[in-house]
């Protein structure tokens, strides 16, 4: 299946207010790491953002940033755990929930995605990615009626939207082969000659 939407892995992307200006010093280390991150320096930037923090422990977008590195790294719990201090620190933001929910579905938590998922919707109902990325994360879970659904319903709000289409043709796909299985299970030859091609 085609991999969720990805994430903009840009250093400037997520500009919030921050309660109080940060410090010179933990100003410096997040531009720098922003700048290793535009670079590539994945390792760099999460250096430079850890210092940040601990310059600055309430500096949102140091968790923000240093969340994306450690998703680009694959560390996904580190990655996790950045994510929800954001959210902690910004609960009605519906951007950090969807990105907290492409972590748990890189780590198989699928349940766990389509929760955060769902929360991004019910803060922005216009989400039209977090549809589809729960209707990911619904057909990993095997619930295929439900991923159609999202998919519908991404596809309504952006018409143009190529990968729901893709998406949902495959949940599609595995329904039907999921029925014919059921149906050859219980005799009908018809249906296992129809799962033995879909499972070609």
Same mark, same amino acid.
Request: proline letters at 2%; aromatic letters at 16%.
């Given at each position: 299946?085609?991999?969720?939407?990805?994430?903009?892995?840009?250093?400037?992307?997520?500009?919030?207010?921050?309660?109080?200006? %940060?410090?010179?010093?933990? *100003?410096?280390?997040?531009? @720098?790491?922003?700048?290793?991150?535009?670079?590539? *320096?994945?390792?760099?930037?999460?250096? !430079?953002?850890?210092?940040?923090?601990?310059?600055?422990?309430?500096?949102? %977008? $140091?968790?923000?940033?240093?969340?994306?590195?450690?998703?680009?790294?694959?560390?996904?719990? %580190?990655?996790?755990?950045?994510?929800?201090?954001?959210?902690?620190?910004?609960?009605?933001?519906?951007?950090?929930?969807?990105? @907290?929910?492409?972590?748990?579905?890189?780590?198989?938590?699928?349940?766990?995605?389509?929760?955060?998922?769902?929360?991004?919707?019910?803060?922005?109902?216009?989400?039209?990615? $977090?549809?589809?990325? @729960?209707?990911?994360?619904?057909?990993?879970?095997? *619930?295929?009626?439900? $991923?159609?659904?999202?998919? &519908?319903?991404?596809?309504?709000?952006?018409? !143009?939207?190529?990968?729901?289409?893709?998406? @949902?043709?495959?949940?599609?796909?595995?329904?039907?082969?999921?029925?014919?299985?059921?149906?050859?299970?219980?005799? &009908?030859?018809?249906?296992?000659? &129809?799962?033995?091609?879909?499972? *070609?």
């Amino acid at each position: 299946m085609k991999t969720i939407s990805r994430i903009l892995f840009l250093a400037y992307f997520f500009l919030i207010t921050t309660p109080a200006a %940060e410090s010179a010093d933990a *100003q410096f280390y997040f531009d @720098r790491g922003g700048n290793y991150l535009n670079e590539g *320096q994945v390792d760099k930037a999460i250096k !430079d953002y850890t210092q940040a923090i601990s310059l600055s422990p309430t500096f949102t %977008e $140091a968790y923000y940033n240093r969340g994306q590195a450690y998703y680009r790294k694959g560390l996904y719990d %580190e990655a996790i755990s950045d994510f929800s201090k954001v959210a902690d620190l910004m609960p009605n933001n519906a951007e950090i929930y969807n990105l @907290r929910s492409l972590a748990y579905y890189k780590k198989g938590r699928y349940s766990d995605a389509i929760d955060d998922e769902t929360k991004a919707i019910s803060l922005n109902a216009g989400f039209v990615v $977090a549809y589809h990325n @729960r209707g990911i994360a619904y057909a990993k879970n095997g *619930q295929y009626d439900e $991923a159609i659904a999202d998919y &519908n319903k991404a596809l309504s709000l952006r018409p !143009d939207y190529i990968e729901a289409y893709f998406s @949902r043709g495959v949940a599609y796909v595995r329904k039907a082969s999921s029925d014919f299985k059921r149906a050859c299970e219980k005799g &009908n030859k018809l249906a296992c000659d &129809n799962f033995k091609q879909l499972s *070609q």
